[in-house]
C-alpha cells in the first residue's frame, strides 16, 4: 500500500510533460490505494482517532506535493458511548445515541413504550419513551423541518426519551447530522433501525415499560481542519472536501478523498500558472462546523479566488438493486447524486459531465444549498462547483469500502480534470 495518495504523474521538473486529463492504469492504482487508505482509519468521527489519522495522512500527502500546511482548530462536540440500548419485556436492541448526545447515565430513563407513525399517534406523550416510525427516506440532518415539526409536539409534551426509527434503504440505523451548539431537545435521543426495531412495536401494544440507556463520556475535543497552499503568481482554484463523518463513511467520503489526493498530485502540474488551496474540513457531522470556520476565518478572500470545487458526499457511491429488504451491488454509480455550479459554469459542467447519470444535469446554485457547499455559497464567492449526494448507505455503520470504487470515481475524477482545464 502507498503511503500516501499515489498518482501516475510524474514530480514538476523541467521538461515534464502536461499531465493528461483521463485516468490511465496508474491513476486507477491510486484511487484504489486512497480509498484503502481511508478504510483503514475505520471511524472517521469529528476529533476522534480516525478523523485525525485521516487529516494526518492528507497533511503528509500535500507536503509531499510542495503545499505549505498547516491545521485550523476548532472544538468539536463527542460522544463515546459505553453502553446504548432500547430495552422493553424480552426484546433487547443496539441504538445510536443522537448528538448533541443527552446521556442517560448507566441506569437510563424509563417509561411506558409509546409508537408514533403519525401526528397524533400519541395523545399524552408525558413520561413515555416515544419510539418514532418515520416515513421511508435517505436522511441525514435532525434539522430537517418535516422531522423538527414532528419531535417538537412530543418534546414539549413531556416524553422522557425519543427513539428514531430510521426507515431508510439500507434498513440500518441512520446517524444524523447535529448542531454543534447543543442538544437540539432536553430529552435523550437515539436512532435505530427498522430491522432492530421491529419487535418493540407488538411490545408497546401491550403497554410494556422501557428503559433506553445511552451512557458514556460527552463534552468537546479538538480538531482541525487541514489546508493545503501553493501561493504563486495567477488566480486562486480551492478545492475542499468533507473528511469526518459518523462511521467508516466509504460511499460517502471515500470519492470526495480520493478526488482530492489525485487533484493534489495533478493541479500543481496542470495549472502550474495557478495558485492554489486544497482543505479537508473535519466536523462535518456537527452542522459543517469545521466548513463554518474555514469560510468565516481562513479562506480567500471571494474575491480572490477564480474558482472553487467543493467534493461533498457520495458522489460516486455504488449503486444497489432493492429486492424487499435486500440491496444487491451493482457496477454502477447510485444516480441520486448532484452537480450543482453559479449559473455561468452550467454550460460547461453539461459538456463536460454529459453521460455521468445524476450529474450531467448540473443545477445553477443556490445560496440555500445543503452541507458544506452552502457555507461557501453564503460566503459570496462568485464561481462555484459542488458534488454530493445521498447513497442507500449514507450515514449507516456498515458504509465500508465496498459502498464504492475506483472504477466508479474514475470517471468523475475525468470530468473535473476536464472541468478545470477548460475553465482554467
Not at 158 to 187: K, Y
Not at 306 to 323: C, I, N, P, V, Y
Amino acid at each position: 500500500m502507498a503511503a500516501g495518495c499515489a498518482s501516475s504523474l510524474t514530480e514538476p521538473g523541467a521538461g515534464r510533460p502536461l499531465p493528461a486529463s483521463t485516468t490511465g492504469a496508474d491513476d486507477m492504482q491510486a484511487l484504489a490505494d486512497s480509498l484503502e487508505r481511508l478504510a483503514g482509519f475505520e471511524d472517521l468521527r469529528a476529533g476522534g482517532p480516525g478523523d485525525i489519522a485521516c487529516g494526518e495522512w492528507l497533511e503528509s500527502h500535500l507536503a509531499q506535493q510542495g503545499f505549505a500546511t498547516k491545521r485550523q482548530p476548532f472544538m468539536t462536540p463527542f460522544f463515546e458511548q459505553t453502553t446504548a440500548l432500547l430495552r422493553a419485556g424480552e426484546a433487547e436492541a443496539p441504538v445510536f445515541a443522537q448528538g448533541v448526545v443527552v446521556p442517560t447515565g448507566p441506569d437510563g430513563v424509563n417509561g411506558p413504550l409509546r409508537v408514533w407513525r403519525a401526528p397524533g399517534d400519541v395523545p399524552d406523550a408525558s413520561g413515555a419513551i416515544v419510539l418514532m416510525s418515520l416515513p421511508p427516506a435517505r436522511y441525514s440532518q435532525l434539522a430537517h423541518p418535516a422531522l423538527k415539526a414532528a419531535i417538537q409536539p412530543l418534546s414539549e409534551a413531556g416524553a422522557a426519551a425519543i427513539v428514531l426509527v430510521t426507515n431508510g434503504p439500507s434498513h440500518e440505523r441512520i446517524a444524523l447530522n447535529a448542531d454543534p451548539n447543543g442538544p437540539a431537545w432536553p430529552q435523550p435521543m437515539a436512532v435505530i433501525g427498522p430491522r432492530d426495531a421491529e419487535p418493540f412495536y407488538e411490545i408497546a401494544r401491550s403497554g410494556a415499560q422501557a428503559t433506553l440507556i445511552t451512557d458514556g463520556a460527552c463534552g468537546n475535543r479538538p480538531a482541525f481542519n487541514l489546508i493545503g497552499e501553493i501561493n504563486r503568481p495567477g488566480p486562486r482554484i480551492v478545492i475542499s472536501t468533507p473528511r469526518s463523518g459518523w462511521g467508516p463513511c466509504m460511499g460517502e467520503r471515500g470519492p470526495g478523498i480520493a478526488v482530492f489526493c489525485a487533484l493534489a498530485k495533478w493541479l500543481p502540474l496542470a495549472l502550474a500558472d495557478h495558485a492554489l488551496t486544497f482543505v479537508a474540513n473535519s466536523g462535518h457531522e456537527y452542522d459543517n462546523l469545521g466548513s463554518h470556520h474555514f469560510v468565516s476565518e481562513a479562506a480567500p478572500p471571494p474575491d480572490e479566488a477564480k474558482l472553487w470545487l467543493h467534493l461533498g458526499a457520495g458522489f460516486a457511491a455504488r449503486d444497489q438493486h432493492e429486492l424487499g429488504t435486500r440491496l444487491l451491488p451493482l457496477k454502477s454509480s447510485d444516480p441520486q447524486r448532484f452537480l450543482i455550479a453559479s449559473a455561468p459554469l452550467v454550460p460547461t459542467l453539461q459538456e463536460t459531465f454529459a453521460g455521468l447519470p445524476g450529474l450531467e444535469v448540473p443545477y445553477p446554485a443556490q445560496a440555500s444549498a445543503a452541507g458544506e457547499l452552502g457555507e461557501i455559497l453564503s460566503a459570496g464567492f462568485p464561481s462555484v462547483i459542488g458534488m454530493l449526494g445521498a447513497h442507500r448507505f449514507h450515514h449507516a455503520p456498515n458504509d465500508t469500502i465496498d459502498k464504492t470504487g475506483p472504477e466508479l470515481v474514475a470517471p468523475v475524477l475525468d470530468a473535473v480534470r476536464s472541468t478545470l482545464l477548460r475553465l482554467a
